[in-house]
Every structure is written in C-alpha cells, then in structure tokens.
C-alpha cells in the first residue's frame, strides 16, 4: 500500500495528557499538510510542512500543538495538554511538490482522538 | 460568512439519478477546485481536481467550475447507492501554499 499512512487509528487521552499522531506520506512525497475534522464540520487546515521545514502554521492554534517533519521518519502533530474540544478526527495528506498545476493532496485515512 | 458555503443535506436520490452538488465561494484567489468523497469515518478520497473555469469530465462525474459566479458543481450520472457518501468541495490559491480550504460537504443517501 503506497497511500499515506496514519498511526494510530483510533486515541484516547485523558485531560491534560499528550497526544501523538503520526503520518508517513506517500512514497515521493516531501509535502505534507494537516487538518482537523471537528464533529459535524469540514476540515480545517492546520499546518504545512517540508522535510525540516513549517512553511505555513496559521491554521494551528498559538498554544498547546506543534509539528514536526524530520528528515527521517515521519511528520508528528503534538497536542500537549489536551482538552476535550481537541476530540476530533485529524488527516494528513501529501502532495509532491508545491506552485504546480498537478499538485493534488492524497489523504490518509486519519487519527480519531478522543479526550476522556 | 465561510469562505467556502456548501449545503449540508442530506440529498437523497433514487438510484440511476443524477446527483447535483454546488459550492459557492468569496475568495477570488483560489485557482484550484477540488472534489472529495468520504466515507463515514474514513479519510477523503480525490475524486476531481480542476484549474480555473471549465467543465472536466471523468466517467460518470463531471465538474464544472464558473469563477465569474464564484460557484464550482459537481454532476455524477447514473448514482448508485455505493456513491453514498460525503462530498466535500475544496479550494486552494498557489499564493497561499496550497492549502486547501473546504466546504462543510454534502451528505448524498442513493436509495436502490
């Protein structure tokens, strides 16, 4: 399976504990992307990367999450400190490269988190 | 206001129906038109992407985009009840990186 990947499926965290979500993009891919789906909403983006690089973070709240795209291994979203309204489904996508016609974004099948 | 407006539904239609979906946008920058399908609980699946105005053909979905009007729509012929699912519209502008800005998505129930 060559998609993008997602780990864990399915998390659950209690108040205040951190949470950890993982995404290895597509095979070729060195764009990566996250969004958040609230209940009942579309999906929102949160934050752009390149390998070492965040390009474009205005979708991430100030506090409390960050991301990370090392040159090896795959791209992390961090959510310290987490609070119920954090209890969504979370995707990544990728895309090859960025400024072109062809870009498109692939998704993965995402992390269900889940703040007790 | 959203910057992406897409009616929630539910849409339901007998099977072999033609299936209508439209977004209205307010961004004028966005090139870039998007069509995605999700399943429940499962992540979006590209169904069409298109550059600019013009209509795009792929089996029985087609696209169609009118920048003038600011409204993007989206044909799918003969529905079967396996095309159940959400579509979402999405949008992006090569000045904002790509990030792709979506609508809230339409639920589609395809009756046999």
């Known amino acids: 399976n060559a998609g993008v990947m997602q780990n864990p499926r399915h998390l659950v965290r209690r108040r205040g504990q951190e949470a950890r979500l993982r995404c290895s993009p597509m095979?070729?891919?060195?764009?990566v992307y996250w969004y958040r789906q609230l209940p009942e909403e579309g999906l929102k983006f949160m934050v752009y990367l390149q390998k070492e690089n965040i390009i474009d973070e205005s979708g991430m709240p100030k506090e409390r999450f960050s991301a990370e795209f090392p040159k090896e291994g795959p791209s992390i979203l961090r959510i310290q400190q987490v609070v119920r309204g954090d209890s969504a489904a979370y995707f990544c996508a990728s895309s090859p490269r960025r400024g072109s016609s062809t870009d498109t974004q692939y998704f993965g099948p995402g992390t269900r988190l889940t703040v007790l | 206001q959203k910057e992406v407006e897409q009616d929630p539904g539910p849409l339901s239609v007998p099977e072999g129906a033609i299936v209508s979906l439209n977004c209205t946008y307010s961004n004028s920058a966005f090139q870039y038109f998007m069509w995605y399908r999700q399943y429940s609980r499962k992540g979006p699946e590209l169904l069409m992407y298109t550059y600019s105005s013009g209509n795009k053909e792929d089996g029985r979905f087609t696209a169609q985009v009118d920048k003038s009007s600011k409204y993007i729509s989206l044909f799918i012929r003969d529905s079967q009840p396996s095309d159940s699912a959400t579509y979402l519209c999405a949008m992006s502008a090569v000045a904002a990186g790509n990030k792709l800005t979506f609508g809230g998505g339409t639920r589609v129930l395809v009756k046999p």
């Open positions: 095979k070729g891919h060195s764009h």
